[in-house]
């Protein structure tokens, strides 16, 4: 069964970056859209960016901020985080974006002021 294992996340100050991971137990070579989402407390999970066909995507909120990039040698993908803000604390996660994998554990963003 494929896995996904998101890691990378930390306390960091507002306009500080961080870069995430996310590794995917089997090969995501054949698996075309991948994203990252993320869920704050008391919200619901929303989907940040997206890269699928070499093309990505982003939510307004993050554009210009942040990249996602994959590396399929390596079965994984990434999201480059920079000048982050205190509204980008959350967990945030990787999976397709349609017909979802099991979710992983996530990895913790806190931004502080």
């Known amino acids: 069964q494929v896995q996904l294992v998101e890691s990378g996340g930390g306390l960091v100050q507002a306009g500080g970056s961080l870069r995430l991971s996310c590794v995917v137990s089997g090969s995501i070579f054949m698996i075309n859209g991948l994203g990252w989402y993320r869920q704050a407390p008391g919200k619901q999970r929303e989907l940040v960016g997206s890269?699928?066909?070499?093309?990505?995507n982003y939510l307004d909120s993050v554009k210009g901020r942040f990249t996602i990039s994959r590396d399929n040698a390596k079965n994984t993908v990434y999201l480059q985080m920079n000048s982050l803000q205190p509204e980008d604390t959350a967990v945030y996660y990787c999976?397709?974006?349609?017909?979802?994998?099991?979710w992983g554990q996530g990895t913790q963003v806190t931004v502080s002021l």
């Open positions: 890269i699928s066909g070499g093309i990505t």
């Open positions: 999976n397709r974006l349609q017909y979802y994998l099991p």
